[in-house]
C-alpha cells in the first residue's frame, strides 16, 4: 500500500505537545495526523494518505452506524533508551486484526500493509512519544462498513484509519482494582464475536459496566455463557492468577475457548512468566474455585492485563453470592515483578530475548 505524505500544516507548537504529552490519562488528546485509506469491493485498497487529524463527514445512512460492522486494534510505540522508538509485536496485532476482518465480514488487511501503515504514521509523530517509564503513544488503528444505504448485507465500500494518542497508565497500578462477576449478562457466547476485536461486543458490556459500579466495583468480570460458572476475561483484560508462593508458583490463566479475546499481552505473559522460571498453565477456574483457592490461601495474586494497563492487579471480587479479597489491596510480588519485566522488554531496559520489538526510528 502506498502512503501519500500530506500532513498537518498547523501542527501543535513544541510547548502544546509537552504540556498534552504532560496531560497523561488515556485518549484526551490525538496527535497532529491521523492516516485514512479506502477499501471498495470493485477496486480493493487504494493509497493511504497520512493528513492532519480531525473530524470526518460521513452520511447519517453510512452502514456501520446502523449494523456495527467495524473491527479494531490496540498497540503501543515505546521510547527506548537511546531516544528510538519501539513498537511492541506489530505483527501480532496486524495477524489479529486480518482474522477481526474475516469474523465481521469486512476486507483483510495485508499483515504488511497494517505493520506498515502504523510504522509509517508512528514515525511521523514520533515527537509525541513520551519519554518516561510507563508512558506510551497509544496507536488505535481501526476499520467501518463505509458504504451508505440501510441495506444488511457485507458493506462493499470500508475505511481503515489509524489514530495516536500518548497515554499514562491506564490504570493507578498500584491500586488494585475490585470486580463484580456478572452472572446475569454475558459478552461472549459460542460461535459468537468474541474470539473479534470489535465495537458491538464493547457496546453490550457497558450496562454490566454500569451495575459493577452500581455494586462499588471498577470493573466486571465475564463467565462463560453456558453455565454461567467458568471465569473468562474481565472487562477488556485477560485474567492471571497466581497459585503459590515465590519461585515454585504457578501462573494460570483461563483458556481460549472461542469466546475469549485473544490477548496479546496475555500471550506475551505466557513467554515472560516461563523466562522468569514460574510455571503457567492454561485451563478451566470457575467462580467457586476463586472464591475457595482465596479463602484457602492457594491464589495468592490476580491480575489483569491487557496493552492499555499492561498489568492490573485485582483485588476484591463481589458476585451474587458474596465478596472475598485478595491480599491487601496492594499489587502481589509477583504481578509487579511480571509488570516491571514486561514493561522494561518493551521500553528496552530488559533485553529483547523474543524479538518483539519493531524499532520504528
Ligand atoms: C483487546 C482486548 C484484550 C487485551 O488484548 P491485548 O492484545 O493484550 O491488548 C482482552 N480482552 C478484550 C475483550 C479485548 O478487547
Known amino acids: 500500500m ?22 497523561g490519562g488515556f485518549g484526551k488528546y490525538y496527535t497532529d495526523n ?6 471498495s469491493e470493485a477496486s480493493g485498497w487504494s493509497d493511504a494518505e497520512i493528513k492532519a487529524y480531525g473530524p470526518l463527514s460521513i452520511d447519517p445512512a453510512t452502514s456501520v452506524l446502523h449494523y456495527g460492522q467495524e ?14 522508538v519501539s513498537l511492541f509485536r506489530p505483527e501480532a496485532n496486524a495477524e489479529r486484526f486480518r ?16 505493520v506498515s501503515t502504523v510504522e509509517a504514521l508512528v514515525s511521523h509523530e514520533k515527537a509525541w512519544v513520551p519519554k518516561n517509564f510507563g508512558e506510551s503513544l497509544y496507536i488505535r488503528p481501526f476499520m467501518f462498513a463505509s458504504e451508505i444505504g440501510l441495506g444488511v448485507r457485507p458493506s462493499n465500500q470500508a475505511t481503515y484509519i489509524v489514530i495516536t494518542t500518548p497515554a499514562s497508565a491506564y ?18 457466547a459460542k460461535g459468537g464475536t468474541g474470539e473479534a476485536k470489535t465495537g458491538g461486543n464493547y457496546a453490550g458490556s457497558l450496562l454490566a459496566q454500569k451495575q459493577a459500579a452500581a455494586e462499588g466495583c471498577d470493573q466486571v468480570v465475564w463467565l462463560d455463557a453456558q453455565e454461567r460458572k467458568w471465569v473468562e476475561e474481565m472487562g477488556g483484560m485477560n485474567l492471571y ?10 501462573i494460570f490463566t483461563p483458556k481460549l ?15 515472560v512468566a ?55 489491596g496492594n499489587p502481589g510480588p509477583i504481578t509487579m515483578q511480571i509488570r516491571e519485566t514486561l514493561l522494561g522488554i518493551q521500553h528496552g531496559t530488559i533485553a529483547d530475548t523474543h524479538g518483539w520489538n519493531k524499532r520504528v526510528s
Open 171 to 188: 490504570f493507578n497500578p498500584g491500586k488494585a482494582v475490585t470486580v463484580w462477576i456478572s452472572t446475569e449478562y454475558v459478552r461472549a
Open 2 to 23: 502506498k502512503i501519500n505524505l500530506n500532513p498537518n500544516q498547523n501542527p501543535a507548537s513544541d510547548a502544546d505537545r509537552e504540556a498534552k504529552i504532560a496531560a
Open 34 to 39: 491521523m492516516l485514512v485509506a479506502q477499501w
Open 274 to 328: 516461563k523466562d522468569l522460571g514460574y510455571k503457567v498453565e492454561e485451563g478451566m477456574i470457575s467462580t467457586d474455585d476463586w472464591r475457595e483457592g482465596v479463602i484457602s490461601g492457594d491464589i495468592t495474586e490476580i491480575f489483569a492485563c491487557g496493552t492499555a494497563a499492561v498489568v492490573t492487579p485485582v483485588g476484591g471480587a463481589k458476585s451474587a453470592e458474596g465478596s472475598w479479597a485478595t491480599g491487601d
Open 241 to 250: 492468577f497466581v497459585k503459590g508462593k515465590g519461585a515454585g508458583a504457578t
Open 71 to 84: 473491527i479494531f486494534e490496540g498497540l503501543k510505540a515505546y521510547s527506548q533508551p537511546d531516544g528510538g
Open 99 to 114: 482474522k477481526s476482518a474475516i469474523r465481521m465480514a469486512l476486507p483483510e488487511l495485508s499483515i504488511a500493509d497494517f
Open 257 to 271: 475457548t472461542g469466546t475469549l479475546l485473544a490477548g496479546i499481552t496475555r500471550d506475551s505473559i505466557l513467554t
